[in-house]
């Protein structure tokens, strides 16, 4: 009863901070490390002898093969734990923590740590708020059949993608947490399902107004920005603005806009919030990250009125040299045409939406002209291509690995 859990806990450990190529040789090792400490440990407290920290062989010979049967249960989900999910007429609702799934987070201010005695309740409340975030997303028909695909998915030998959680609301008072891998697609049609039917809009986007009054500034960044310098800071005034035409154009968002490419990002600084108590640090700022789609045109006119302009003209794509790298192969774009599509369909990696993919192995960077030699390398932005905008001629070089004539 002790030695087991012990084991599958300090294999888990070893699994998750061993290198990511050889995980599985580092979890066995946890695992043994785990049976053999943790059963020399009670053999010496039950006897009160060192001596007798390996007396008995052949029962840690039996708690190794139940460690390693016990591994292999929940390592193949043999009872079906992961797959399986409570029937719709059990389920209340779902809430999903949506905060790994793109540049989209939320950041609550912390609790000062030195300030003498502190709630338990507030320390908690913190570390689920800022560690766990979880949104209401209702629940319909077509929810519940997008997680069922999403439950079975997970025994796939193919399966890969971005975690999710999910935290299924049962009637009977009970919640249900699981972890899920998603793929791009599946991702974004729980999310439409979600905005389309649940509860999910109301409740993503209510955040921005409950700070709304405490905002202290906001900054925007375009994802198309090529060159990685552009940036737009509203002061208070302006960013309650800008919240207020955010509000309106959301309202209005279909599902299918809110799961599309978008061109922007804006965060929220506030200097405070409603909870606020003596535990907090004054000086911190709650931070709220959301997208902004190119439908939200009362908001993208609002910024350009401020000079900053959300859409790249064709006159400055040809301020910068492009050049496309895939199996180590290196190709420079010099078409016009080809570099206007080009432009059109990059992203950054680390900003694009979990529910968009991108090609796999193809990297483009992005420099303003130089005068680099011919065949030297550019140093410039690397970017990914977006699949759903991904131009012919890139589609060719990874079919064929070479360039379009």
Same mark, same amino acid.
């Given at each position: 009863?002790?030695?087991?859990?012990?084991?599958?806990?300090?294999?888990?450990?070893? @699994?998750?901070?061993?290198?990511?190529?050889?995980?599985?040789?580092?979890?066995?090792?946890?695992?043994?490390?785990?049976?053999?400490?943790?059963?020399?440990?009670?053999?010496?407290?039950?006897?009160?002898?060192?001596?007798?920290?390996?007396?008995?062989?052949?029962?840690?010979?039996?708690?190794?093969?139940?460690?390693?049967?016990?591994?292999?249960?929940?390592?193949?989900?043999?009872?079906?734990?992961?797959?399986?999910?409570?029937?719709?007429?059990?389920?209340?609702?779902?809430?999903?923590?949506?905060?790994?799934?793109?540049?989209?987070?939320?950041?609550?201010?912390?609790?000062?740590?030195?300030?003498?005695?502190?709630?338990?309740?507030?320390?908690?409340?913190?570390?689920?708020?800022?560690?766990? *975030?979880?949104?209401? @997303?209702?629940?319909?028909?077509?929810?519940?059949?997008?997680?069922?695909?999403?439950?079975?998915?997970?025994?796939?030998?193919?399966?890969?993608?971005?975690?999710?959680?999910?935290?299924?609301?049962?009637?009977?008072?009970?919640?249900?947490?699981?972890?899920?891998?998603?793929?791009?697609?599946?991702?974004?049609?729980?999310?439409?399902?979600?905005?389309?039917?649940?509860?999910?809009?109301?409740?993503?986007?209510?955040?921005?107004?409950?700070? *709304?009054?405490?905002?202290?500034?906001?900054?925007?960044?375009?994802?198309?920005?090529?060159?990685?310098?552009?940036?737009?800071?509203?002061?208070?005034?302006?960013?309650?603005?800008?919240?207020?035409?955010?509000?309106?154009?959301?309202?209005? @968002?279909?599902?299918?806009?809110?799961?599309?490419?978008?061109?922007?990002?804006?965060?929220?600084?506030?200097?405070?919030?409603?909870?606020?108590?003596?535990?907090?640090?004054?000086?911190?700022?709650?931070?709220?990250?959301?997208?902004?789609?190119?439908?939200?045109?009362?908001?993208?006119?609002f910024l350009k009125e401020k000079g900053y302009a959300f859409v790249m003209e064709k006159e400055n794509l040809k301020q910068y040299d492009y050049s496309v790298t895939y199996n180590a192969?290196?190709?420079?774009?010099?078409?016009?045409?080809?570099?206007?599509?080009?432009?059109?369909?990059?992203?950054?990696?680390?900003?694009?939406?979990?529910?968009?993919?991108?090609?796999?192995?193809?990297?483009?960077?992005?420099?303003?002209?130089?005068?680099?030699?011919?065949?030297?390398?550019?140093?410039?932005?690397?970017?990914?291509?977006?699949?759903?905008?991904?131009?012919?001629?890139?589609?060719?070089?990874?079919?064929?690995?070479?360039?379009?004539?």
């Amino acid at each position: 009863m002790v030695v087991i859990p012990a084991a599958l806990a300090i294999g888990t450990m070893f @699994a998750l901070i061993g290198p990511e190529e050889n995980r599985t040789g580092w979890w066995i090792f946890g695992l043994v490390l785990g049976t053999v400490v943790f059963y020399g440990i009670l053999q010496v407290i039950f006897a009160m002898d060192f001596r007798k920290m390996a007396a008995h062989k052949l029962q840690l010979l039996l708690l190794g093969i139940c460690v390693a049967v016990s591994a292999w249960i929940l390592h193949t989900d043999a009872i079906g734990y992961d797959t399986r999910i409570p029937t719709m007429a059990k389920t209340e609702g779902i809430s999903l923590n949506l905060e790994w799934i793109g540049t989209e987070s939320v950041n609550e201010p912390q609790m000062e740590v030195s300030s003498g005695s502190y709630k338990l309740d507030r320390l908690f409340y913190f570390m689920g708020g800022n560690y766990g *975030r979880w949104t209401d @997303a209702g629940m319909s028909d077509k929810i519940y059949e997008v997680l069922k695909e999403i439950a079975s998915y997970q025994n796939s030998k193919e399966c890969s993608g971005t975690e999710i959680g999910v935290q299924f609301k049962k009637k009977s008072g009970f919640d249900i947490t699981r972890q899920y891998i998603v793929t791009a697609e599946q991702l974004g049609r729980l999310l439409e399902a979600c905005y389309e039917q649940g509860t999910l809009k109301d409740n993503k986007y209510d955040i921005l107004e409950k700070y *709304r009054q405490k905002v202290s500034f906001i900054t925007v960044d375009p994802l198309n920005e090529l060159d990685d310098q552009y940036s737009v800071t509203l002061e208070k005034s302006d960013s309650q603005k800008l919240l207020d035409l955010l509000k309106q154009d959301i309202a209005e @968002a279909s599902p299918q806009e809110l799961i599309g490419i978008p061109c922007g990002q804006m965060e929220l600084y506030a200097t405070s919030y409603a909870d606020m108590d003596e535990h907090i640090a004054p000086e911190s700022y709650a931070e709220v990250g959301r997208y902004i789609f190119p439908t939200f045109k009362r908001t993208l006119v609002f910024l350009k009125e401020k000079g900053y302009a959300f859409v790249m003209e064709k006159e400055n794509l040809k301020q910068y040299d492009y050049s496309v790298t895939y199996n180590a192969e290196e190709m420079d774009v010099t078409d016009p045409e080809q570099k206007e599509e080009l432009a059109q369909s990059l992203i950054r990696e680390w900003e694009c939406p979990a529910w968009l993919e991108t090609e796999a192995g193809v990297s483009v960077k992005v420099a303003l002209n130089s005068t680099e030699s011919a065949g030297e390398s550019l140093n410039g932005i690397e970017f990914a291509v977006l699949k759903a905008k991904e131009p012919e001629f890139i589609k060719k070089i990874v079919e064929t690995g070479e360039e379009e004539e």
